[in-house]
């Protein structure tokens, strides 16, 4: 199933199910208002979603309406957290190479992460607002995972079993900054600001062969 969040009813927005086709939508009344209380209680909200989902795709769903993708919010327009990571070890190296740094060893069993803004999100047709084009705007396109609860100590194959929806998000760097922030040795700070995600999450299944091992696997 696909879904999304309108810009309306706070600051979390309100939680739909969208069509296949990204062409209608159905809000979830009575299952969760928004994305956030969904996956506090997805054991639960998840089998009433997708049933949901599935009247909107035989046109049973009651209160069916023509999504205006302008009238979108971030899916999940703010996180508890959301943390970066770089996973896909052929564009690391890449990188590092264009800069004329190796990959350590360590990396490939101590994978890099860093703690990102989680207060807010950009919607899918928001603009990306920054103090000064100056700073040096740049945008990356990344693959986001929704996880439920994932114990402390979980094993690979353990925190794979709680990703639960799969979406994009437009990664917002300020490469001006990020030198001096990097050189006092404490981390992203005012170089990283909010992302913009897509304009919807979709449970894993929707990927069919596109996801394996719990990674994105497409090359389209």
């Known amino acids: 199933m696909k879904l999304g969040s309108l810009k309306e009813g706070g600051r979390d927005g309100t939680l739909i199910v969208v069509s296949r086709d990204l062409t209608r939508a159905v809000r979830a009344t009575g299952i969760a208002d928004t994305m956030q209380r969904a996956l506090e209680d997805w054991s639960n909200t998840a089998p009433r979603l997708n049933a949901l989902a599935g009247k909107l795709e035989s046109g049973e769903a009651e209160g069916a309406f023509d999504l205006d993708h302008a009238a979108l919010a971030a899916p999940l327009p703010r996180a508890y957290e959301f ?8 564009h690391v190296a890449r990188v590092r190479r264009a800069r004329g740094a190796e ?16 207060a807010g999100f950009y919607g899918p047709l ?11 705007i740049d945008l990356e396109a990344e693959i986001v995972v929704v996880t439920d ?11 794979a079993g709680h ?18 922030e ?15 995600l897509s304009p919807v999450f979709v449970t894993p299944d929707e990927l069919g062969d596109a996801w394996r091992d719990a990674k994105v696997t497409c090359r389209c």
């Open 182 to 196: 990097l050189a006092k040795g404490f981390g992203f700070l005012q170089s990283k600001p909010r992302s913009a």
């Open 83 to 90: 943390v970066d990571g770089s996973a896909y070890l052929p």
């Open 163 to 180: 990703i639960q929806l799969v979406g994009l998000v437009n990664d917002v760097s300020l490469r001006g900054l990020i030198p001096g």
């Open 126 to 136: 928001d603009p990306v607002v920054v103090p000064d084009e100056a700073h040096g």
């Open 149 to 159: 609860d994932v114990p402390m100590g979980a094993s690979a194959e353990q925190a």
């Open 103 to 118: 990959v350590p060893e360590s990396f490939y069993t101590d994978p890099l992460m860093y703690q990102a803004v989680s």
